[in-house]
């Protein structure tokens, strides 16, 4: 007696014809951004000091709330003692799951009432952005790329993401340039308030000097922008 294994296992048009399912599809798009943030924490809480791991989930929620970002989120955290590249890859990460959502299910999150109303007021500030910097349209991508850089307020994955709609860029090249975008801003900006710590711990006059000079060049480039 022989047993047939074509009814015991699905072959390769089954899971070709699951994976084809719109509605799966759509789930798989709207979750898997969303798990990024939880796996952050869980990756957290398993390898940091649990005192440690609760300032830094601190910090973390902050991120959201504005006028906090990167440029301030990142110093803190150094001069907390947790070193640069941790804290700047868990930015990297949440601007990875954000843009990813927005890319994803911009229309979709429209609907949902308070992640809609956020939606539409970084519509507004996208459609500001383009109608007083033109430029912005006519480079797209390096654009695009400038805008999630620069940490002024009102940029960032989010509103980098929902700009990049606005400027008819596809999906992909929208991800892309904000992963850009944020991985060099919250690397620059990592390296340098490490290197800024030290300087003031070895020579606080020149750490200050350097500081005061990196502000007057930052708000020489919000006045510029």
Not at 31 to 55: G, K, M, N, R, S
Not at 120 to 129: D, K, P, T
Not at 196 to 213: A, C, F, H, N
Request: hydrophobic letters at 55%; one cysteine or more.
């Amino acid at each position: 007696m022989t047993v047939d294994h074509t009814t015991s296992a699905p072959g390769p048009a089954r899971w070709k014809a699951l994976l084809q399912n719109p509605c799966l599809i759509s789930l798989i798009k709207f979750i898997l951004p969303l798990a990024v943030i939880p796996a952050i924490f869980a990756a957290l809480y398993l390898t940091e000091p649990y005192q440690q791991f609760l300032i830094l989930s601190g910090l973390i929620a902050a991120y959201f709330v504005p006028p906090a970002g990167k440029e301030t989120i990142i110093p803190i955290a150094i001069l907390m003692g947790y070193p640069w590249w941790l804290i700047m890859l868990v930015i990297f990460l949440l601007d990875v799951a954000v843009s990813l959502f927005v890319v994803w299910n911009f229309d979709l999150a429209l609907k949902i009432p308070f992640i809609g109303r956020l939606l539409e007021s970084g519509m507004a500030v996208a459609r500001n952005y383009t109608e007083s910097q033109p430029w912005l349209r006519r480079l797209s991508t390096v654009g695009l790329i400038l805008f999630v850089f620069f940490p002024l307020q009102g940029t960032g994955a989010m509103n980098g993401s929902i700009l990049g709609r606005l400027l008819g860029l596809d999906k992909s090249r929208v991800f892309g340039c904000v992963c850009i975008g944020s991985f060099a801003s919250s690397l620059i900006i990592a390296l340098g308030a490490d290197v800024l710590i030290d300087i003031y711990q070895e020579d606080p006059v020149l750490g200050i000097g350097l500081l005061v000079l990196i502000v007057i060049i930052i708000l020489a480039g919000v006045v510029g922008w």
